[in-house]
């Protein structure tokens, strides 16, 4: 059964880069079918996706968070990465880590959906001087 | 976007209740939606999906049902593990996937 779970600081000061890994075990990040996920929530508010990666490579973001964001994968470790750049208190939340399965198996160019199936158990991060 | 907007926010119910949660969107889906589960402190949980199937493990008194706008999640007779937050998913990633704002369930 595949498992994940973020690590990362608990704490970013503003204007600086928040960074988060989500270690997958019990699968191999590379077998395909699924897109790696990163989703956020606020304190006491609902969810946000923030965005996603293929282990090939291949990203797709929010497009409000486009600009600050980077989302990577190593697949020889089977983890993959979160960068959001110039923090602010926006950005506090609680960050998840996501398998993503790809419902139809693929995605063409008008679509692409996606269903988050299993989840980490989140961490806090606090954006505070 | 396609947004969803999930009503009520907030109920009020009695173990054994039937409960029924409504997600709307401002455009057709199709049958491409999701319910999920968040407990307290916890990650959210899938709970249905598409629309009307249920995933493994989840309990029989939970259903799902719609399509294109208007969906449904019913609780046939709410269990006190039920109570809990639950929001909605619309699965098209283009341009973005969105949640809905959540109905929390809480015990009368």
């Known amino acids: 059964q595949v498992q994940l779970q973020e690590s990362g600081p608990g704490l970013v000061k503003p204007s600086q880069t928040l960074s988060l890994t989500c270690t997958v075990s019990g699968g191999s990040i590379s077998s395909g079918g699924y897109y790696w996920s990163w989703i956020r929530q606020h304190p006491g508010k609902g969810l946000e996706w923030i965005g996603y990666?293929?282990?090939?490579?291949?990203?797709y973001y929010n497009p409000s968070l486009k600009s600050r964001l980077t989302i990577s994968v190593d697949t020889s470790k089977n983890q993959f990465s979160l960068n959001l750049n110039s923090v602010t208190a926006a950005d506090t939340a609680v960050y998840y880590c996501?398998?993503?399965?790809?419902?139809?198996?693929?995605?063409?160019?008008?679509?692409?959906?996606?269903?988050?199936?299993?989840w980490g158990q989140g961490t806090m991060v606090t954006v505070s001087s | 976007d396609i947004q969803l907007t999930q009503s009520p926010s907030f109920l009020s119910a009695s173990v054994g209740d039937r409960v029924t949660i409504t997600c709307r969107a401002s455009q057709g889906i199709s049958s491409y939606l999701a319910w999920f589960q968040q407990q307290p402190g916890k990650a959210p949980k899938l709970l249905i999906f598409p629309a009307s199937t249920l995933q493994g493990g989840v309990p029989s008194r939970f259903s799902g049902s719609g399509s294109g706008t208007e969906f449904t999640l019913t609780i046939s007779s709410l269990q006190p593990e039920d109570f809990a937050t639950y929001y909605c998913?619309?699965?098209?990633?283009?341009?973005?996937?969105?949640f809905g704002g959540g109905t929390k369930v809480e015990i009368k």
């Open positions: 998913q619309q699965l098209n990633s283009y341009p973005g996937l969105t």
């Open positions: 996501a398998r993503s399965l790809i419902v139809l198996g693929y995605c063409s160019s008008a679509n692409c959906y996606v269903v988050f199936d299993t």
């Open positions: 990666i293929y282990y090939s490579g291949t990203t």
